[in-house]
Structures are given as structure tokens and as C-alpha cells.
């Protein structure tokens, strides 16, 4: 059927129509057949554009000559139309400019290079390949395009005239890439064939949503279930009760000459003494004598109770007792006190201080700072060390002078006269002096510490004296009867020229005068032992017992003598 359009080929796109050229036209059928369903499919997107008179695949351009129309090359229809009407031939037209023999755009036609290469969108391509989907019939030819390849509808069948030249086989079409026809429906993809995206029908979408809501509910159950157990374990403690590993308990059993052994055999029988005078007080420590109740002590420990002071015995066990001073003496620094209604007492057994050696282990037990049964071990560090302590009083009858024991055991305010045993828990020595870095007194009346260095009163020493006060209530001193220059720089102990109060220097009948000593002599040795002061000549003596006899070295007039007296005694204070 006519639809009112010229049926010879149409002019290119870069010439227009002017009168005096004539076309020549085509046979009506086949331009009908072919044209007819392209322009029925792109009328409405593109109503003011030429038709296109190349197929999908270029070919090469014809050389056009002015005031010609070359006849366009009809495609062949299954069959010729029932009735074919000649159109009114159309005026000649003349080019607006002349023809360009290459084609170039914009006056000439598509020209004879190839179309643009097709746009590259590759897709992700899972490792096991994607399969390429059968290409619809009806686009099978046209790649997209929207020009069927099945016969047109047309009655009968019928030969078409020859065209006028055969277009050139389309190129192999890419196993790849395929071309791209950007006014094609059928929209093929632009990457190896294959299933296109989306074309699960959303149930893609659905699967993802139903595994992430899954994964939610299975997070929010295990936080419910997590939160819970964390919940009863922190009330309840765990799930479990916990239990560590432990050594089994032992018998408590140790060796007696270890320290744990020493200091249990000895701890019963030490206490701690707290004593309150009128204007001061003061914590010591002491140890059980005998089962009557004596205790041995420092002087300088009761000494603040004074004449009606008040003495407390507190025993390892915690049990206290009230004592009262049965002696003491400033000379040696020695006092015992009696403890009464206490039974089970223990005594501390007393060993030899002869025996000591230097290196020996010892053990110090004490009060220090009032810390009750504080127990510390060192070694003897040296033996015979001339100490003297006291001197509060300015006149001298408070100093003590002691043959000392040193300890590296650490000894510390509140040890005063606590006991120094050795391995078998037996005393060698009482602890009675310290020496600090400094003399301890603050702002706070602070005391100095140790440091390593702390002295005791030799046993046997404090054995005598300790009996003589329990029996008599005085101590008896040593004496060889002359009264020496304490101010004497040189080496040795030098006899005074006078005495106190005028009196002579080498008292008249006494041991120094029927030995032979005289005023000004220098004495220096003390039973072969080097005296290097008056101080160590005094401790030298001390540390015997009256009676004793010594073997005294001296100088008199730069010349050596040698003598032996027997030693007197005094009493103490």
C-alpha cells in the first residue's frame, strides 16, 4: 500500500532536492517491503531524520558525478506487491555544493573508514566461565537492532530485479565484543556472552536479605546468650569454683640450727619490757633467767622508771606482768627485774662468749620500735671492741664501758637487751649499743636506724654481774687502783699525775701501788693485748672479774717494763 513517500532512493543526508535533476526510480514492491516496518520502528524517536539507505554493516562509498542520481540498491522481498504504482517522477535537483568525490562528513558521506569500535564493559568473569544464551531469532542479523531478519509479510513471493551491485558480507561477528547500535530495542551485551545482570528476577536481592537478616538473628541470640553467662559469672564467681595449687602442709618441723629453728626454740623465753617514769618512758627488750622470775636487762632500758616508776613484762605468748628493778649498774649497763604470780616459765639456757669466733652465725631477737618476737640474724664481725655509752650525767658515773660482741645482725632501737644466741639458741651476749650514721634526733624526736653495726655485752661478763645483782642488788667492778689522764693523746693508757680531789694518782695499798706503778707511766698492753687509751684499758680490765690477775706492759722514761698485779674491787653505782 502507498504511503505517500518517493520510492526511488532517497537523497544522502548532505544534499538537498532542487528542481531540474530527476531520480530514477525503483520498482515500488521491494522499496515498500524493506522500508516499511524501519520506518514504522523509529518514527517516533527520530520523526525529522533521514532514512538511512546503508545496511547494519558499512560499505564502500560510490563515487557520485554532478547532475546525476545514482540508483540506491534495493534488498530483495520474498514477494512483489499486488500492485505496483509508477510515482510522478520528482523535479531535478541541484547540489548546494559539489559532490565530495572522499565523502567527508559533514557534506560528504559516511566515508570509507570503519564504524566506531564497539564500547568495552567487561564484567567480572567467575573462574568456571559464563555461558553465552542463544541470541533471539528475530535479532539474530541485526545485533539489537530492531529490524527483523524473517520475510516480511507479503502475499506471494516473487523475483526482484538483480540489485545493482552486491553489498560486501558482513564482517565475522567478535566471539567477544559485539558491536554496539545505539538505536537498537534489543539491547545485547557489550561482554562475552552471557546471562545478563539482573536477570534472576531480583532473587539475588532476596537471598542477600534473607542471609543478612539471618546473620542478625544469629548475632543477637549469641550476644543474648553471651551477655547471660558473663552476668552469672560475675554474681556467681564462674562457672566454676577456681582453684590454685598449693605445697601440702608440713609438719612445721625445722632444724635447730637453722634461724626458724633457733628463733622458735628461743622466742618463749624473751619479752618486751614497756617502762613509765615521772617525765619519760621507754620500750627494751629482756629474757628469763631462771623460773623464780628474773629477768636480765639493759640499765639504760628501766632507767627511766626511776624510783617509782611502773615496769610491764608483755611474754611472746601476749600474757603481761608487772616487775619491779632488783639491781642495776651504770658501769656495766646491766639491770634485772623479777616478774611475780607468773608460772611456766621458760629460761633462755646462756652459753660461753670465750667461745665466739668471729664469722659465727648469730640470731637477734627484740622489740625494735615495740614490733614484739622480731627476729634477725647476721654473724659475729668482730670480738674485745672497746665501747662505751651513756654519759648523760657529765660526770662520767654513768658511762658504761663494755668489752663488746659486733653483729652485722640488724639491730635497732628497742633491741636493748634482748639476747644474742648463737646456732644451739644458747646467749652469748645482750644487745646493747648501735652505731648510726647519725645521731638520730629530728624535729619529731626520731631515732636513728642500723646500719649493720650493732654491739652486745659478752654472757659471761653479764652472768657475773647479773648473779652479783640478783644476790647482793650491786655489782662489783675490777679496779687496779690509779686514776689515769683521760686527756692523754698519745698511744697508750697514761697514769695522771694527781687524783680527784687532790688525791694522789695511784691510790696508796692498792693493786697499782703493790705492783709498782707509778705517776706518768704509760701503760700499753693488757695480757699481751695492745691498749691504745685509757678508755680501752678500762674495758680491758672490766672484762675480768676482781681478783683476776694481769700481765701489764708500760713505759717509764722511754724505757719498756713489765709487771703483774692482781686486780681489786669497787663497788658500782
Not at 520523526?47 to 558525478?65: H, K, L
Not at 509508477?86 to 570503519?114: F, M
Not at 601440702?248 to 626458724?260: L, M, Y
Amino acid at each position: 500500500m502507498d504511503d505517500g513517500k518517493p520510492t526511488g532512493p532517497k537523497a544522502k543526508w548532505w544534499s538537498r532536492p532542487t528542481q531540474g535533476h530527476t531520480t530514477t526510480s525503483a520498482p515500488e514492491s521491494a522499496s515498500a517491503a524493506a522500508d516499511a516496518p524501519v520506518e514504522d520502528a523509529r518514527a517516533a524517536d527520530t520523526p525529522a531524520r533521514p532514512e538511512p539507505v546503508a545496511p547494519a554493516q558499512p560499505m564502500a562509498p560510490e563515487p557520485i558525478a554532478p547532475e546525476s542520481v545514482v540508483q540506491a540498491p534495493e534488498a530483495p522481498a520474498p514477494a512483489p506487491a499486488p500492485a505496483v504504482h509508477e510515482a510522478a517522477p520528482a523535479p531535478a535537483v541541484t547540489p548546494l555544493h559539489e559532490p565530495d568525490e572522499y565523502s567527508t562528513p559533514p557534506y560528504g558521506g559516511p566515508g570509507p573508514w570503519a564504524p566506531a569500535p564497539p564500547v568495552q564493559r567487561p564484567v567480572p568473569t567467575p573462574a568456571h566461565g559464563t555461558p553465552v544464551p542463544p541470541v533471539p531469532a528475530p535479532y539474530a542479523a541485526t545485533n539489537g537492532a530492531e529490524t527483523p531478519t524473517g520475510p516480511a509479510p507479503v502475499p506471494t513471493p516473487g523475483p526482484l530485479p538483480a540489485p545493482a551491485f552486491a553489498p560486501p558480507p558482513p564482517p565475522p561477528q567478535s566471539t567477544h565484543w559485539l558491536q554496539y547500535d545505539p538505536w537498537g530495542g534489543y539491547r545485547q551485551p557489550l561482554t562475552q556472552p552471557g546471562r545478563p545482570l539482573g536477570s534472576d528476577g531480583g532473587r539475588g536481592k532476596n537471598r542477600r536479605g534473607s542471609l543478612l537478616v539471618g546473620a542478625l538473628l544469629l548475632a543477637l541470640v549469641a550476644g543474648g546468650i553471651g551477655g547471660g553467662i558473663g552476668a552469672y559469672i560475675e554474681r556467681n564467681g564462674g562457672l566454676t569454683t577456681v582453684e590454685l595449687p598449693q605445697a601440702a602442709k608440713n609438719s612445721g618441723g625445722r632444724a635447730p640450727d637453722s634461724v626458724a629453728g633457733i628463733a622458735a626454740s628461743a622466742l618463749p623465753s624473751v619479752v618486751t619490757l614497756h617502762v613509765s617514769g615521772t617525765t619519760e618512758s621507754g620500750t627494751g627488750t629482756g629474757f628469763v633467767l631462771d623460773n623464780e622470775g628474773h629477768i636480765l636487762t639493759n640499765n639504760h632500758v628501766v632507767a627511766p622508771a626511776g624510783p617509782s616508776g611502773d615496769i610491764t613484762v608483755t611474754f611472746s605468748g601476749g600474757e603481761t606482768a608487772s616487775a619491779e628493778i632488783v639491781g642495776k649498774d651504770s658501769g656495766y649497763d646491766l639491770a634485772v627485774v623479777k616478774v611475780k604470780g607468773v608460772s611456766g616459765l621458760k629460761p633462755l639456757p646462756l652459753g660461753n662468749s670465750d667461745n665466739v669466733q668471729v664469722g659465727d652465725p648469730v640470731v637477734a631477737i627484740g622489740a625494735p620500735f615495740d614490733l614484739s618476737n622480731t627476729v634477725t640474724s647476721g654473724i659475729i664481725s668482730a670480738k674485745d671492741r672497746p665501747i662505751t655509752a651513756g654519759g648523760e650525767k657529765g660526770d662520767g658515773s654513768d658511762i658504761s664501758y663494755v668489752d663488746a660482741l659486733q653483729t652485722d645482725a640488724p639491730i635497732n632501737p628497742g633491741n636493748s637487751g634482748g639476747p644474742l644466741v648463737d646456732t644451739d639458741a644458747h646467749v652469748i651476749g645482750i644487745n646493747s649499743a648501735i652505731r648510726a650514721a647519725d645521731s638520730g634526733s629530728t624535729a619529731e624526736g626520731g631515732q636513728a636506724g642500723s646500719i649493720g653495726l650493732g654491739f652486745a655485752i659478752p654472757i659471761n661478763q653479764g652472768k657475773r654481774v647479773a648473779e652479783e645483782l640478783i644476790n647482793t642488788g650491786k655489782a662489783t667492778h675490777p679496779v687496779i687502783g690509779v686514776t689515769l689522764d683521760m686527756k692523754y693523746t698519745g698511744d697508750g693508757a697514761k697514769v695522771g699525775a694527781k687524783g680527784a680531789e687532790g688525791k694522789p694518782a695511784v691510790t696508796p695499798g692498792g693493786p697499782g701501788a703493790k705492783a709498782g706503778i707509778k705517776p706518768g707511766d704509760i701503760i700499753t698492753e693488757v695480757d699481751g693485748q695492745r691498749v691504745h687509751s685509757g678508755e680501752e684499758l678500762i674495758v680491758k680490765i672490766r672484762a675480768h672479774r676482781p681478783g683476776d690477775r694481769l700481765d701489764l706492759g708500760l713505759t717509764r722514761s722511754g724505757k719498756d717494763l713489765s709487771m703483774t698485779l692482781t686486780l681489786g674491787s669497787a663497788t658500782g653505782t
